[in-house]
């Protein structure tokens, strides 16, 4: 709408149908022609809900991620990559780098250390088979 250069009164009258929950409640609780500008309602949204945008990591959080003593190569995984997804342009050699760094120190790291995979298909497919490794071992003693 903004793009076809629409006033801001229709821009301010179909602004809610866009909205949710505590987002739409907040706005009916504005009082009538508290409003002057689609440009004013734009900031007041973003000021009151500021606190719940969602906050991005950058690649050093990914230092903070490690997998753990009591943490499965699967788990690991899975939550590193949760947290890689919520890093906007991340450069896979420095995802590479992260994940292989901060494995715990036993036989895959070691074999990770050896094999040196080169891109993050290759971690994975070498964590594939770890994986499937451990999976047994659980099964066993299940």
Known sequence: ???????????????????DSPALDW?????AGSISCFQELAKQIKDQFAASSIYLHDSDYLNTIKQGHHKSLKEY???FTKVVMSIPN???EVHL?????RLRPEKFQQAIT???????????EKSKGQ???EELRQARKS
């Open 131 to 133: 994986m499937e490794i």
């Open 77 to 79: 995984v899975t939550h």
């Open 27 to 31: 706005f009916s609780s504005l009082p």
């Open 90 to 92: 991340l450069h896979p």
């Open 97 to 101: 780098y992260a994940i292989k760094s």
């Open 1 to 19: 709408m903004i793009a076809n250069d629409a006033s801001d009164p229709i821009l301010c009258h179909c602004f809610p149908t866009f909205l």
């Open 114 to 124: 050896v094999a040196k995979p080169k891109t993050l298909a290759e971690f994975r």
